[in-house]
């Protein structure tokens, strides 16, 4: 079939990114029809779609059912972006924002179209640089700082590491015009380096991407200081870096338990977030964490498929995965559309300024149907994904699987109860009237649009099924012979709903107690830092005592009486050896009391641990460069 439709679409965005320099936001307009033009192309390609595009920059694409699948979300959130755009007044720049977000989206839809490696690596530094725009013109309190920490974390973690891999990658294939996907699989042989090394480039360059563990830090400072209409951008960024994780860990590398079991450990990890929300008062920043737990389940789900791959338990959970990916993206998106009322009114989004979005309009009812979509509230979208997420490893025996499921279903109690007491403290502490204000037709109609496709796709997941079932086969798993199989593959469906509605339970009660009890269950996570440092100081000294006490007697002649005088290592130096000399060891030891001394005296909290884990990333794939 030919491309000229996703050509049509693209320079529908290009034009509405040179017209915003002159006439603002009535460039979205173009941006609406290149949204259509889009939905045309996602449906095209699901019997694919291939060519060249771009004839001053010529392009190869391939569009399968999989790619088509993220441009058909691409091309809804498009649709849904440029409709409330036309109405909202922007406190920054508007043009240098409007051309801004039309280039982000023009770089992602490039970057989901091509099985170039050159071309996406290309454009996902475009997509990084543009998106940094977005933030840097918005012009709100933070920005610069927000856009400076995003811009070092996507290029040190993100761009350079994938640079490096498509370097080896042409040293492998030979030839850049061929650069694809399908080739690097054909010449991993010709590799310079190992595949291991290879996976992790472009692992971290998917998690920087998506905002996963531990790069997610750039996530709530960036959502802080961009209007939230314009976040959705960023959504859609979330799901480039899965989709990037999915053609290379099914495309490229050959499939292995070890990468699934490290893909589902990082997301379980990055699901932890969704307790930061606890402390934050700002909507968009407590709903930032939610947004990253998100992230880290669909990253659990899909290394959980590839456990499972080969098995119908592992397409239930790479179905998970793909739906779950597709699920926060409307769900988030409505939400933020919906905070975006809000800012309408000149307001900071917080608990107290969300009265006058929840004093009678009918756009509350459907931002609050987004809300619990994100919680998980039965049948709303993350309950369905879930569903099947869940359902995978509890159909097993794999005992690292159920550690790291029950995991994630423990942290899924606390979006709810994070709902729960966000309307409780709004009763509670904002006691002053507000007037009714109209919100205009387009914000509403987009707002309730978006969040009614949300949970209608939920209730009806059979509406994808065309793409979702290509992308399956095309992956290579099984497919059953009836779709409800994939719901109802055994006891562990049943096992995995009753989980479900146990943590909304749950997440009800605790959202329901006061809100210093809530905190007191949480200092736990928040003094991390704190608590890893009476740890290690209570097994060094631990440790010490017994040797000095136990192992010292037996590898010294020391009279019994004279062992409860011995208080430190230097004391047992004058005794003579029974059997082995401790001195060899003692710059040994001297080196870790030195060590222990000085993170003793560091005030370690999450933030600064989870930046130490993501410096020694960057070290470690440094060295695996050098030594392999």
């Not at 991993?188 to 190992?194: E, K, W």
């Amino acid at each position: 079939m030919s491309v000229e439709i996703l050509e049509l679409s693209l320079g529908f965005l290009f034009i509405a990114a040179l017209l915003s320099l002159a006439f603002g936001r009535k460039a979205y307009i173009l941006t609406l029809a290149s949204s259509i033009a889009l939905f045309v192309s996602s449906i095209e390609g699901i019997h694919g779609l291939s060519g060249e595009i771009m004839p001053f920059f010529s392009t190869t694409v391939r569009i399968d059912p999989l790619s088509a699948l993220f441009l058909l979300v691409t091309a809804f959130i498009m649709f849904a972006l440029s409709m409330y755009l036309l109405s909202y007044d922007v406190r920054g720049d508007e043009r240098f924002l409007a051309m801004a977000t039309n280039m982000a989206l023009f770089s992602a839809v490039v970057f989901l179209s091509t099985n170039n490696i050159e071309r996406l690596t290309l454009f996902y530094e475009l997509f990084s640089v543009f998106t940094a725009v977005m933030v840097l013109t918005s012009e709100t309190r933070g920005s610069r700082k927000a856009t400076w920490r995003y811009l070092v974390i996507t290029q040190v973690f993100g761009i350079i590491p994938l640079l490096i891999a498509t370097s080896l990658a042409y040293g492998a294939v030979g030839d850049l015009h061929h650069l694809t996907f399908e080739e690097l699989h054909k010449n991993l042989g010709n590799l310079a380096v190992s595949t291991g090394f290879l996976l992790a480039l472009f692992l971290s360059a998917s998690l920087v991407r998506s905002g996963a563990f531990p790069f997610h830090t750039w996530v709530p400072r960036v959502y802080r200081s961009l209007p939230s209409p314009f976040i959705p951008v960023f959504i859609i960024g979330e799901s480039l870096g899965l989709y990037l994780l999915l053609r290379v860990s099914h495309f490229v590398l050959p499939s292995s338990q070890a990468l699934g079991y490290l893909i589902a450990f990082i997301g379980t990890v990055t699901a932890f977030s969704t307790l930061y929300s606890f402390r934050e008062i700002r909507l968009k920043r407590k709903f930032a964490y939610h947004s990253v737990m998100d992230v880290g389940i669909s990253y659990f789900a899909l290394g959980t498929s590839l456990v499972l791959k080969g098995t119908l338990l592992g397409t239930v959970a790479l179905l998970g995965a793909l739906l779950h990916s597709l699920y926060q993206a409307l769900y988030k998106s409505s939400l933020f559309f919906g905070l975006g009322a809000i800012e309408h009114y000149g307001e900071e989004p917080n608990i107290c300024s969300m009265r006058k979005l929840l004093r009678g309009h009918v756009i509350a009812l459907l931002v609050s149907l987004s809300v619990f979509s994100m919680a998980g509230v039965p049948p709303l979208s993350a309950f369905v994904s879930k569903w099947l997420i869940y359902t995978a490893p509890m159909g097993t025996a794999d005992v690292l699987l159920w550690a790291m499921v029950l995991t994630i279903a423990f942290l899924g109690i606390f979006p709810l109860a994070s709902i729960i007491q966000v309307r409780k403290i709004n009763r509670l502490l904002c006691k002053r009237e507000v007037e009714r204000e109209e919100v205009p037709f387009a914000i509403r109609t987009v707002t309730g649009l978006v969040a009614m496709v949300s949970f209608l796709v939920a209730v009806f997941p059979f509406i994808l099924f065309p793409w979702i079932a290509g992308s399956i086969e095309e992956l290579g798993y099984p497919m059953p012979e009836s779709p409800l199989q994939l719901f109802l593959s055994g006891p562990s469906s049943l096992l995995a709903v009753l989980v479900l509605m146990a943590t909304a339970f749950a997440g009800w009660k605790i959202g329901t107690i006061p809100t210093e009890r809530v905190s007191e269950l949480l200092l736990i996570f928040y003094n991390m830092g704190d608590i890893l440092r009476f740890t290690a100081d209570y097994f060094l000294s631990t440790g010490k005592n017994f040797y000095l006490q136990h192992v010292l007697p037996i590898i010294k002649v020391i009279p019994k009486h004279e062992v409860p005088l011995i208080n430190d290592y230097d004391d047992a130096l004058d005794y003579p050896v029974r059997h082995l000399d401790e001195a060899m060891f003692m710059p040994l030891i001297k080196a870790v009391e030195r060590l222990a001394r000085w993170g003793k005296s560091r005030k370690l909290d999450m933030n600064a641990l989870i930046s130490g884990f993501a410096i020694a990333m960057a070290v470690l794939i440094v060295l695996l460069g050098v030594f392999a």
